[in-house]
């Protein structure tokens, strides 16, 4: 496979599940992202690992746990979401040297999530 | 202050036309990025095309250009030869920092997006 993947596409979870979210990347980035869409508002960086350390939080609530075994996989651990978690998860990748388009992020097709 | 501002929540353009979806940015660093992206309805975000904030030239790619104007802190998308299979929505996004500071800190804002739809 090439690009950036992620599974499943579909979720639908209760507010008492765990579940977990996968990422994969097959392009050599040492940068991996996880964002947040929801409906009606921009896209929301959540968390970035770079070469496996993670190197942004941004006050996301602590029912969501990233973890970056290696360059190319990330994880998002789910437990107790609430409903308004209800969103389009998506992953992405870069080389994030900083040094202008070749910092690009390139983004997989998305993980749907609906929390009853 | 929002940092990216796409005014436009939808638009429409006639197959083969060409079409601006704007974007006008914030910012107080001299080195930046801008991105945009598309966004079709399986929710994959797609690169499109990238204009550094020291290039002198518009980027293009393909059909699509970016119109920068930096005195206006401007980075307009133009699609030349609308076809149906562009409709989607288009994000305009930028990356902030001079790039020497070390990885992992040039986080990528994004614009509320805009939704063109191709009509045949």
């Known amino acids: 496979e090439t690009g950036v993947t992620q599974t499943p596409r579909h979720l639908v979870m209760g507010m008492t599940n765990k579940k977990s979210l996968k990422c994969e990347q097959h392009?050599?980035?040492?940068?991996m992202y996880w964002y947040k869409q929801s409906a009606k508002k921009p896209l929301e960086l959540m968390f970035v690992?770079?070469?496996?350390?993670?190197?942004e939080n941004n006050s996301v609530p602590s029912r969501f746990s990233p973890e970056c075994p290696n360059s190319s996989h990330l994880f998002l651990h789910l437990h107790t979401l609430q409903p308004e978690d209800s969103a389009l998860y998506l992953c992405?990748?870069?080389?994030?040297?900083?040094?202008?388009?070749?910092?690009?992020?390139?983004f997989g097709p998305g993980t749907r999530l609906t929390v009853l | 202050a929002q940092k990216i501002t796409q005014t436009q929540p939808g638009m429409f353009v006639q197959e083969k036309e060409a079409v601006t979806l704007d974007c006008t940015y914030d910012?107080?660093?001299?080195?930046?990025?801008l991105f945009w992206y598309k966004q079709p309805s399986s929710g994959e975000m797609i690169f499109l095309i990238y204009?550094?904030?020291?290039?002198?030239q518009n980027a293009t790619e393909g059909r699509y250009s970016l119109n920068f104007q930096k005195a206006r802190k401007s980075a307009n998308l133009v699609i030349s030869a609308s076809q149906l299979g562009d409709s989607a929505m288009y994000f305009c996004?930028?990356?902030?920092?001079?790039?020497?500071?070390?990885?992992?800190?040039?986080?990528?804002?994004f614009g509320k997006g805009t939704k063109l739809s191709v009509i045949p």
């Open positions: 992405a990748s870069s080389q994030d040297l900083g040094t202008g388009k070749e910092d690009t992020q390139y």
């Open positions: 392009l050599g980035h040492n940068a």
């Open positions: 690992y770079n070469f496996k350390e993670q190197t």
């Open positions: 910012t107080s660093d001299q080195s930046y990025g």
């Open positions: 204009q550094g904030s020291y290039d002198e």
């Open positions: 996004a930028m990356r902030e920092g001079h790039g020497y500071s070390g990885a992992g800190s040039y986080q990528l804002t």
